[in-house]
């Protein structure tokens, strides 16, 4: 499998877009990403189509139903399916929510895991579990919350000892920083700037809905916010660029809109690209303007 270049944009192979996938033309995005849950044993027409825009374009997998924070046992069967679908697809990179979703059956939400020392050990010990199995690293994505249910440690530190620990890679996701940023009264940037940017596989953005001035809800389902790509820029601003992924789950506009919000990654790409050229120009050592002479 080729890693994706850090310039790539891509889209959430969904259903209702799988016309427009298959017939757009090139360029129009670099990579695909899909759930496995949603495709895994999928057949006729979709998984026809499956077939096809996997033999096209570079495939990537995020998972929703791992529940890498729950008590139950990791689901081994489920991880061999998953494993399996992987090698099929040729998929680059597969990631997971730091979060649970399961207890004594799905609960169809990503729940956020208390921030404890306990709970680091615990999940980072899944974690390698569920890479051990998989045979591969994963990467496993910065959750929005709501209702945090203990806070022993910050967010930041109990993201950074988890990945430290489990020696996994992160799925950045711009807008659940500035989400959880506004939600929970923290600098948005600051905790930006304390993430392990070596660690960084790929990056998420998405919109979200303003339900008060101190409360956004992750919908997945409105155009990306100007505070958003402010963040993403920031991103690429302190460690480069990466691969981005514009996800849409609700409210999925005409095709047309969701590739003008991709040009919209490309143009914070390139503005980004030009400021630390900019940067490394102004930081090089001034020529001499002095001539030598040189005694023969």
Not at 18 to 23: P, Y
Not at 112 to 127: D, Q
Not at 208 to 237: I, M
Request: aromatic share 8%; net charge negative.
């Amino acid at each position: 499998m080729q890693p994706l270049a850090p310039q790539s944009t891509g889209l959430g192979l969904r259903r209702a877009l799988l016309d427009e996938l298959q017939s757009a033309p090139a360029g129009d995005f670099d990579f695909l990403e899909c759930a496995p849950e949603n495709w895994i044993g999928v057949g006729g027409k979709f998984g026809d189509a499956l077939e096809t825009l996997a033999a096209k374009h570079p495939l990537v997998c995020h998972g929703l139903s791992l529940s890498l924070g729950g008590f139950a046992p990791l689901d081994e069967t489920f991880l061999g399916r998953v494993r399996r679908f992987l090698a099929r697809h040729d998929v680059t990179l597969y990631s997971e929510h730091l979060s649970y979703c399961a207890d004594d059956g799905q609960l169809y939400d990503l729940l956020p895991i208390p921030f404890t020392e306990e709970a680091v050990h615990f999940v980072a010990a899944r974690i390698r579990q569920a890479q051990d199995i998989l045979g591969r690293r994963i990467a496993v994505e910065n959750v929005s919350y709501y209702a945090a249910p203990h806070q022993a440690m910050r967010e930041i530190d109990f993201i950074n000892a988890v990945l430290a620990e489990a020696d996994c890679d992160l799925l950045l996701d711009v807008n659940n920083i500035h989400v959880n940023a506004i939600n929970h009264r923290y600098d948005a940037h600051e905790f930006l700037s304390r993430l392990p940017g070596e660690r960084i596989a790929y990056i998420h953005v998405a919109g979200h809905y303003d339900e008060a001035e101190d409360l956004k809800v992750d919908t997945h389902g409105a155009p990306v916010k100007d505070a958003v790509w402010q963040l993403l820029g920031a991103a690429y601003a302190q460690f480069g660029l990466r691969p981005t992924l514009l996800e849409r789950d609700f409210n999925i506009p005409p095709y047309a809109e969701l590739v003008a919000e991709l040009d919209t990654i490309r143009s914070v790409m390139r503005g980004s690209a030009m400021r630390r050229s900019a940067m490394s120009d102004n930081d090089a050592p001034a020529r001499s303007t002095h001539t030598r002479h040189v005694r023969s």
